[in-house]
């Protein structure tokens, strides 16, 4: 059983496409993030939600929407997708959030490739 | 402030020799000191964590030597392996509603 899984692993699209990466997570956590992963390998946090509750948003473009249908799902939606866009997705979760010492899992990634 | 620096950004070590990354911190809020490892295709994994209350932790041949005046961590892997082959990052938090703020990781690559 895959702890925190992500759809699809791989991406492939045109610039100005809309696209959808999920996420599901089965260790009973409450609190669940996106991560991007630059190619240089660089982690930044893009959202967190608590609960469902969207309670961390780094300086993401708009085009970025997170949505948690229930504390099990978060999902990513992009739209416009531009060449910048490009890089791996992580989503990970926690039980409590990472600042009292939750341990982060994290799924495998989703490579987006925006051409 | 809120910013992990990390260093070297790759390292080539020996099999069977020490492994060293460090790590540097501004926030003195921060209370929580984990380092993750990544393999290829796959999501960091936490692998040791350290609170500012020790000056060091050992898991194995994972150790995490922790200087609160100087604040600076770093990890050490004894007895570096090829299987210890992997992307290194170190990260800190504050208790709260803070995320935990990567260091930009170190890339060990590990030869017989």
């Known amino acids: 059983d895959t702890a925190v899984s992500q759809t699809p692993k791989y991406l492939v699209t045109q610039m100005g496409n809309d696209k959808s990466i999920k996420c599901e997570q089965n260790?009973?956590?409450?609190?669940m993030y996106w991560y991007k992963q630059d190619s240089k390998k660089f982690l930044k946090i893009m959202f967190s939600y608590n609960n469902k509750e969207l309670i961390i948003n780094e300086t993401v473009p708009n085009r970025f929407s997170p949505k948690s249908p229930d504390k099990a799902h978060l999902n990513l939606h992009i739209n416009s997708l531009e060449l910048g866009d490009s890089a791996v997705y992580f989503c990970a979760s926690s039980h409590l959030l990472a600042g009292a010492a939750g341990e982060l899992f994290f799924g495998e990634g989703s490579r987006l490739t925006v051409l | 402030q809120q910013q992990v620096k990390q260093s070297p950004q790759s390292l080539i070590v020996q099999k069977g020799g020490i492994s060293i990354i460090n790590c540097a911190y501004e926030?003195?809020?921060?209370?929580?000191f984990p380092w993750y490892q990544q393999f290829p295709g796959k999501g960091p994994a936490l692998l040791i964590a350290i609170r500012p209350d020790v000056s060091e932790k050992k898991e194995g041949r994972f150790t995490i030597s922790f200087n609160k005046s100087a604040k600076q961590f770093s990890l050490h892997i004894m007895d570096s392996q090829p299987g210890d082959s992997a992307t290194y990052f170190c990260?800190?938090?504050?208790?709260?509603?803070?995320?935990?703020?990567f260091g930009k990781g170190t890339r060990l690559s590990v030869i017989a």
């Open positions: 926030n003195t809020a921060f209370d929580y």
């Open positions: 260790l009973g956590h409450d609190t």
């Open positions: 990260a800190a938090t504050s208790s709260g509603n803070t995320p935990l703020v």
